[in-house]
Nanobody, 121 residues
Framework: QVQLVESGGGLVQAGGSLRLSCAASGRIVSLRGMGWYRQAPGKQRDLVATITSGGTANYADAVKGRFTISRDNAKKTTSLQMNSLKPEDTAVYYC???????????????WGRGTQVTVSS
């Protein structure tokens, strides 16, 4: 089993910045893709950014140029630097990872519990 814990959420004004972090723990053999998703009230959970173990990043059009995803494979963490925040960025942000444990033969998808990001106008 892999546990993901997000941190760094909070309340900021439009135009401000926040940095979200996610730490993976457990008897992890390896982590494949990691990423961030968000869900606003009444809306579906959408992809924000993903990053491969090799460092290849992918971003949703809505955040491209403003957000930057990174990861530290040694520390088993991923971060999301969010700049030029807009009110429409307000959502619960969830960490996601594909992980393999010592007890599994395949990669499985894991989710954090989420962290609230609120951007005021």
């Amino acid at each position: 089993q892999v546990q993901l814990v997000e941190s760094g959420g909070g309340l900021v004004q439009a135009g401000g910045s926040l940095r979200l972090s996610c730490a993976a723990s457990g008897r992890i053999v390896s982590l494949r893709g990691m990423g961030w998703y968000r869900q606003a009230p009444g809306k579906q959970r959408d992809l924000v950014a993903t990053i491969t173990s090799g460092g290849t990043a992918n971003y949703a059009d809505a955040v491209k140029g403003r957000f930057t995803i990174s990861r530290d494979n040694a520390k088993k963490t991923t971060s999301l630097q969010m700049n030029s925040l807009k009110p429409e960025d307000t959502a619960v942000y969830y960490c996601n990872a594909e992980g393999k444990t010592y007890y599994s033969t395949t990669f499985e998808t894991y989710w954090g519990r989420g962290t609230q990001v609120t951007v005021s106008s």
